[in-house]
């Protein structure tokens, strides 16, 4: 299993900017693809961003334009800017990294937004 540790939540305002930060360490396996994922109270677990090793990123449509995951899935590392926050953004966000044999989570970081 990889161990996935999150970082950067917190609470902002409407409107404001967060950065979220995850680091990987401990994969007997070639890390391919990492992102981002979130889950409101009451909701699914639902996409935000994913990165693959070759750089190619996607998004929920609810959050382009306004957020922007990078990184260097060789050393491991991924990030989320997040701008122009809004209350429907307010979730615990989920680092997930995948390799060919295995999917390993972190343990979520919360961010609030506040209108």
């Known amino acids: 299993q990889v161990q996935l540790v999150e970082s950067g939540g917190g609470l902002v305002q409407a409107g404001g900017s967060l950065r979220l930060s995850c680091a990987a360490s401990?994969?007997?396996?070639?890390?391919?693809?990492m992102g981002w994922y979130r889950q409101a109270p009451g909701k699914e677990r639902e996409l935000v961003a994913t990165?693959?090793?070759?750089?190619?990123?996607d998004y929920a449509d609810s959050v382009k334009g306004r957020f922007t995951i990078s990184g260097d899935i060789a050393k491991n590392a991924v990030y989320l800017q997040m701008n122009n926050l809004k209350p429907e953004d307010t979730a615990v966000y989920y680092c997930?990294?995948?390799?060919?044999?295995?999917?390993?989570w972190g343990q979520g970081t919360q961010v609030t937004v506040s209108s």
């Open positions: 997930k990294s995948d390799t060919y044999s295995y999917a390993s």
């Open positions: 401990g994969s007997r396996f070639v890390i391919i693809v």
């Open positions: 990165i693959t090793r070759g750089g190619r990123t």
